[in-house]
Every structure is written in structure tokens, then in C-alpha cells.
């Protein structure tokens, strides 16, 4: 039972441009949830997160947005940077012990 | 400030051979830490997570096992490995009671 979705596997963006990431979840206890992002061959470095008590929270170029109604969560990068092209993972939490993480998407910057 | 150290960071075993990967934690105490694996093309998968010393959940019932210790040391195993349990293995730590979880560079394991 997949408890996070994340069902595109690959984005493709213009330097410059936005970029969206979507995730969604199935468990309604789920209190928290994150972002990481990976390079291949390391591990994850985490870049964001939401209390399910919250609709938005924002870091520089990163806004994670949190529709618990709908159970869906999204990261936009603006502006989207050839750095910013890596894998990047959505996890949820209840409770502050485990994560579950979604399958990843390879998000691609292009200049 | 705190680093979390894992090694080795690339192991090629063969099939029956015995597995110990090893992570510490430095700069804080009292961690919580986890064993994730990471399948080709696949999302990180909770392999065990420990609250404590000699404190051990299993997530996924499967041919390893995991040990802590010391408070700051965490220890994954198998007495014989399968062809299956060749990944990325990640050792992570988070400081209860927040959520962030902060991941080590990982090992890749090739089993033969």
C-alpha cells in the first residue's frame, strides 16, 4: 500500500521557469511533511517542510503548499536553477518516529 | 554542529557472504536513527529505526538486522546475503521530537 504517491516520474523545466512538483497522500493522520532533494550517490539533504496545521510554508526560492481536503502537497522552485536538477523526494510523517517517502521525481532544469 | 559519517561508501560481496555497515552520529545525543534502502529506480524504503540503546524497530521482515550499541553508533547486518539485498543503504539520524530527518552519504552494496 503506497501511502505517499508521487506519479510523475520525470519534469523537465526551463532555466528560469517554475518548477512543481506534486505528491500525494492517503493516510489523514499524516501531521508533517517534508521535502528532499538527492543527487545520484548521496544521500538526500532535506529542504523543506509543512505542519499539517499550515496551507504554505516558504524558504527563498522554495514554497511547499499543503491541500489536506484534497491530501496533496507541492513544491514550486522559483526561479528554477541547472542546480536544482536532481531527484526529489516528498515523505510525510505521523508522529515524529518515521518517515514514508514517496518514489521520487527526476526533476530536469534545461538552459 | 552535527555530521553523520557512513562506511564503507561502495562494498561488492558475494552471495552467503556476511554484511556490517556502520554509521555514527556526531554532535548531538539521544538521536533517533534509521536504516533506509534505496532500490535502482525505487523510493527510500525504512529497513529499521532505533530510539535508544540495544532499542530496535524492524519495518520490512527480510535477511538483515540492525544493533545500537552506543547512543551515537548504529549497525546494520546480515550473516548471508542475497542477490536481493543489493541498494543504497542510507543511515539517517533526526532529534526527537522534530520530524527533519538528516541522511549520511550512503553505501552502495553490490551483491555477486
Known amino acids: 500500500d503506497q501511502q505517499v504517491k508521487q506519479n510523475s516520474p520525470s519534469l523537465s523545466v526551463q532555466e528560469g521557469r517554475i518548477s512543481i512538483l506534486n505528491c500525494d497522500y492517503t493516510n489523514s493522520m499524516f501531521d508533517y511533511f517534508l521535502w528532499y532533494k538527492k543527487y545520484p550517490a548521496e544521500g538526500p539533504t532535506f529542504l523543506i517542510s509543512?505542519?499539517?496545521?499550515?496551507d504554505k510554508n516558504e524558504d527563498g526560492r522554495f514554497t511547499v503548499f499543503l491541500n489536506k481536503s484534497a491530501k496533496h502537497l507541492s513544491l514550486h522552485i522559483v526561479p528554477s536553477q541547472p542546480g536544482d536538477s536532481a531527484v526529489y523526494f516528498c515523505a510525510a510523517s505521523k508522529g515524529a518516529q518515521k518517515l514514508v517517502f514517496g518514489q521520487g521525481t527526476r526533476l530536469t532544469i534545461n538552459p | 554542529s552535527q555530521t553523520i559519517h557512513q562506511w564503507p561508501a561502495t562494498l561488492v560481496q558475494p552471495v552467503g557472504s556476511p554484511l556490517s555497515l556502520e554509521c555514527t552520529v556526531e554532535?548531538?545525543?539521544?538521536?533517533?536513527l534509521y536504516w533506509y534502502r534505496q532500490a535502482a529506480g525505487r523510493g527510500l524504503q525504512l529497513l529499521f529505526y532505533?530510539?535508544?540503546?540495544?532499542?530496535i524497530s524492524s519495518e520490512v521482515p527480510q535477511n538483515l538486522s540492525a544493533s545500537r550499541p552506543q547512543d551515537r553508533q548504529f549497525i546494520l547486518s546480515s550473516k548471508k546475503l542475497l542477490l536481493s539485498d543489493s541498494g543504497f543503504y542510507l543511515c539517517?539520524?533526526?532529534?526527537?521530537?522534530?520530524?527533519?530527518?538528516?541522511f549520511g552519504p550512503g553505501t552502495r552494496l553490490t551483491v555477486t
Open positions: 539517517a539520524w533526526s532529534r526527537p521530537p522534530d520530524h527533519e530527518q538528516y
Open positions: 532505533s530510539v535508544g540503546i540495544g532499542q
Open positions: 554532535g548531538t545525543s539521544n538521536p533517533n
Open positions: 509543512i505542519s499539517s496545521i499550515k
